[in-house]
């Protein structure tokens, strides 16, 4: 049974930063893809970054040159680092991790961006 484990949401203010992580059951070497999604009240899931197995990167218009996707090989561990927030990035931002025509999710955490 693959896991995957969210952390690190929560409340802060514009202008502030937040980094998620996201652990892995499995060795993160054995998935295609490796993303964050979010969802906000009233609207569909969107896709805010993505990595794949080759190391490349792509992040949806409205994040580009705020959110950085990482992984650490040695720690199965996934992260999403959240600078210059805005209040619109206020969703539950879930991990994916895309394996052998099977998408794995986590839980989801929260965050808030408000003043």
């Known amino acids: 049974q693959v896991q995957l484990v969210e952390s690190g949401g929560g409340l802060v203010q514009p202008g502030g930063s937040l980094r998620l992580s996201c652990a892995s059951s499995?060795?993160?070497?054995?998935?295609?893809?490796m993303g964050w999604y979010r969802q906000a009240p009233g609207k569909q899931r969107e896709l805010v970054a993505l990595t794949t197995s080759g190391g490349v990167t792509t992040y949806t218009d409205s994040v580009k040159g705020r959110f950085t996707i990482s992984r650490d090989n040695a720690k199965n561990t996934m992260y999403l680092q959240m600078d210059s927030l805005k209040p619109e990035d206020t969703a539950v931002y879930y991990c994916?991790?895309?394996?052998?025509?099977?998408?794995?999710w986590g839980q989801g955490t929260q965050v808030t961006v408000s003043s």
């Open positions: 499995r060795t993160i070497f054995s998935y295609n893809n």
């Open positions: 994916n991790g895309f394996r052998v025509g099977i998408n794995y």
